[in-house]
C-alpha cells in the first residue's frame, strides 16, 4: 500500500452541502418538537407501501401513488418565524419556502436512499431531538463515492447544487426519537 493509500484523504462534502450546528437554541428545539408531537403525524405513503416515520406536510405534498403534487394545508404560523430564518441564512427572499415536511422518527427508523422528487429546488433541514447519521453516496464508475455529515440536534443543513441534483442522501435507524423539519423551495417550470 502507498503512502497516499495508507494516509488517504476521507471523502470530500459534496459540492452544494452547507451546515451549521446550533442554528436554534434549545428553548425553539423544545417548542418545535412540542409542536410537532402535537401534530396528526401520519406514516408516510409511498404507494401501496408505508414507511415507518410519520409526517404532515405543509404547502405542498407529494401523491406517490398519482406521483404527483397535491395543494396541502397552508404553513402554519408556528413555522413562519424558523422558516424565515431559513430562508435569511440561506440567502432567499422571504416567502421562496413553498413546502415544509414535520417528521418523527422512532428509536430504530430511519430512511432510504432517495434524492428528492425534482419539483422542489432547494432543500433545507433542522434536525430536533437526536443527532442522526445523514449519508450521502454518489456513483463513481463501480464505486460509490460517500460522505457522512453528522447531523446534530438543532443544526441545519442545505442540500443544492451537485448535493441536491446527483447525491442520493439516507438515515441508517436513528438511536433516540429524532425530529425533522425540512423547508423546500419549487423549481421554476
Ligand atoms: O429527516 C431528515 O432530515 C431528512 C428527510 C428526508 O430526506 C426526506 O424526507 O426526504
Known amino acids: 500500500m502507498t503512502q497516499l493509500g495508507l494516509f488517504a484523504e476521507p471523502d470530500a462534502s459534496p459540492a452544494g452541502l452547507r451546515h451549521t450546528n446550533d442554528f436554534i437554541d ?89 434524492r428528492d422528487k425534482p419539483h422542489f429546488d432547494k432543500v433545507l433541514g433542522l434536525s430536533l431531538g437526536s443527532a442522526c447519521k445523514f449519508r450521502f453516496r454518489r456513483r463513481s464508475g463501480d464505486k460509490w463515492e460517500r460522505y457522512t455529515l453528522a447531523a446534530l440536534p438543532r443544526s441545519l443543513y442545505l442540500m443544492d447544487g451537485e448535493a441536491r441534483s446527483q447525491w442520493e442522501h439516507s438515515i441508517p435507524p436513528v438511536e433516540a426519537r429524532r425530529y425533522s423539519v425540512t423547508f423546500r423551495t419549487m423549481k421554476r417550470t
Open 26 to 114: 434549545a428553548a425553539t428545539e423544545r417548542e418545535l418538537i412540542g409542536r410537532i408531537a402535537a401534530l396528526p403525524l401520519q406514516r408516510f405513503q409511498f404507494g401501496a407501501f408505508e414507511g415507518n416515520r410519520r409526517v404532515a406536510w405543509f404547502g405542498y405534498s407529494y401523491d406517490y401513488a398519482l406521483q404527483r403534487l397535491a395543494e396541502a394545508e397552508p404553513i402554519p404560523d408556528w413555522v413562519r418565524p424558523v422558516a424565515r430564518q431559513v430562508e435569511a441564512w440561506a440567502g432567499l427572499r422571504e416567502g421562496s419556502v413553498q413546502q415544509v415536511l414535520c417528521t418523527e422518527y422512532d428509536a430504530g427508523v430511519g430512511i432510504g436512499w432517495h
